[in-house]
């Protein structure tokens, strides 16, 4: 088309499951531009945000924005979308445990896994069954237990203290800062267990102890390096960890071809196609993804590797992707993008608990509109009109 870029307030549809900030349809604020890098992005979006910010809500929000990649946010967060009005950072305690009488942590580490805690300060008054209650909720996300110790004046107090020398206990707590009257909890099992189940934790105790400020405080933060790809363990595959046309990082281009002829477990760690970053980004505002895009790919030859790491034959692909290739093979120039959520934006800026209090029309969580009574039957004759023809599913059993 000749055209070099373009911005559009866009309507889009999603096939997810509805929750609090998710309707079925939404409004972005859409960006796609030849010649850019990732820091040319950055730059637009911020400026854009704290323009809207400053004239909105009178707000001077700094920039540049801070940056983590995802590796650090799901290590210090266990989120990819960090809330950083709030500490209860995620500790690594591996290397203080590996060599515990404790079972539990020693053996998880001994099978690759690790051992994390959270200090949850001033804590040191929780009874043992708001412990029970908490030990419930992590087991929700996976995790087989929540061990803790007390934090007192003369040492730690815990089941499992007799397993820990005087050296091991203080390096448990040295390393998360623990003083008298702190409770730290701790997870063991495989990164992305520990990660999901005290990433959900630290969220629950920051709702718990009132730790999210009430007022307006707006902490804007870039992740980025995601994963080119993500292991589906049920499918005994890779899959695109996100957008199926966003370019891999530079550095790790050489990692496609390695796959094929490592000897690394497929979706292990060290396997050249787990570590392959993709240039990937998304924009999080207080703990909610408000914005995604990446440095799109423009190669052939790029994009025909991903599709055959992925298990899509030549013909497939270009049965699936030809009209995408072609232009591939005719020159298309480097670019990327991003698309700013409008909704979840203006949700968190008027200080709403759901985007259903600033939209129109909104839906319930059923994907049903109560003003128009939609969706509802339509008219056989109307079904007539427009060829359409409906066919009853058939009941099994």
Excluded at 6 to 21: G, S, T
Excluded at 366 to 376: H, K, R, V
Aim: glycine fraction near 10%; charge should be negative; proline fraction near 7%.
């Amino acid at each position: 088309s000749g055209i070099e870029r373009y911005y559009q307030i866009a309507r889009c549809l999603r096939d997810e499951d509805l929750r609090a900030d998710r309707q079925p349809e939404h409004t972005q604020v859409d960006m796609e531009m030849s010649f850019v890098t990732r820091e040319d992005v950055f730059d637009v979006v911020e400026r854009m945000w704290q323009h809207v910010f400053r004239q909105v809500l009178g707000v001077e929000i700094p920039i540049p924005f801070p940056r983590l990649t995802y590796d650090k946010a799901m290590g210090r967060y266990g989120s990819d979308k960090p809330d950083l009005r709030y500490g209860l950072e995620l500790v690594d305690i591996s290397t203080h445990v590996a060599e515990s009488e404790f079972k539990v942590f020693a053996g998880a580490v001994a099978a690759g896994g690790q051992v994390k805690g959270i200090n949850a300060r001033g804590c040191g008054a929780f009874s043992r069954k708001e412990i029970d209650e908490l030990t419930e909720f992590v087991k929700g996300f996976g995790a087989k237990g929540l061990a803790y110790f007390y934090v007192t004046n003369t040492g730690v107090r815990s089941p499992i203290a007799k397993f820990f020398t005087d050296e091991q206990t203080a390096g448990i707590v040295s390393a998360l800062d623990g003083n008298p009257g702190d409770l730290l909890f701790f997870v063991a099992d495989q990164p992305g267990t520990v990660a999901e189940s005290l990433g959900r934790l630290r969220v629950h105790l920051a709702r718990q102890l009132n730790l999210i400020p009430s007022g307006p405080e707006y902490r804007f933060l870039w992740v980025l390096d995601f994963p080119l790809f993500e292991w589906k363990p049920g499918e005994n595959k890779y899959d695109f960890m996100h957008n199926p046309v966003s370019a891999p990082h530079p550095a790790d281009e050489p990692l496609l071809a390695e796959g094929w002829h490592t000897t690394a477990r497929p979706g292990g760690p060290e396997h050249p196609w787990t570590r392959a970053r993709a240039l990937q980004y998304d924009l999080v505002l207080n703990g909610s993804e408000v914005a995604s895009g990446s440095i799109r790919n423009h190669r052939a030859d790029l994009q025909e590797q991903v599709f055959a790491i992925l298990g899509i034959s030549p013909e497939q692909a270009r049965s699936k992707f030809g009209f995408l290739l072609e232009a591939f093979q005719y020159g298309a120039p480097p670019h990327g993008g991003i698309a700013p959520g409008l909704d979840r934006m203006v949700a968190i800026m008027g200080g709403a608990d759901t985007i259903r209090d600033v939209i129109a029309f909104p839906k319930t969580a059923s994907a049903t509109d109560l003003m128009m009574d939609a969706p509802s039957e339509v008219d056989p004759e109307q079904l007539r009109e427009l060829r359409i023809r409906v066919v009853p599913e058939e009941k099994k059993g």
